[in-house]
């Protein structure tokens, strides 16, 4: 095991032992089965929106992973090799491990258990967006050159448009004919 393999090991853990830490914590905050069911009612906007937004970005994963997979074959399902790549783990032993850790805290902390960790789920998604890019920005070189490297050996990707020949990337542009028109009812 190399110390990276370690690192990452511990990071993961760690996260895994605060998702678990939150149920029991919002086990024992529960006083009644509105504050587990409901939160008590007292759930912030901020909490609710990156809850939300991390629910959100999961049904995606959900729904986008097997679609990545379908589309592009074998290269597609490197998500399912990342527990046995790391850990050694085979796909279902953590597949089980994940399913289990969730059971876990949305049974024992609720409402507010739920929340907190897709907030936080959240919120590492949102920082993982703005540090992915940039580190891998100041990785080749800067922005100029990756955006050269980019231009040079994946043109299609910096197509606002997307591959002309591929019909999907206009269907939206052409929906506004298959919408019925408004018309404004007056009332006398």
Known sequence: MTQDNLMIMIAFALYLGLMMYIGVYYYRKSNSIGDYILGGRQLGPWITALSA????????????????????????????????????????????????????????????????????????MFFAILAVPITAAMFMGGPIETFQLIQHEFPQGLSLFGDPSDWFTWIPYGSHRCRPHRSRIHVA
């Open 53 to 124: 937004e991390a629910s959100d970005m999961s049904g995606w994963m959900l729904m986008g992973v097997p679609g990545l997979a379908y589309t592009t074959g074998i290269s597609g399902v490197w998500i399912a090799k990342l527990f046995n790549t790391i850990f050694g783990l085979d796909y279902t032993v953590s597949l089980f491990i994940t399913a289990g850790i969730v059971v876990f805290y949305t049974f024992l902390g609720g409402f507010l258990a739920v929340s907190w960790t897709d907030c936080i789920q959240g919120a590492l």
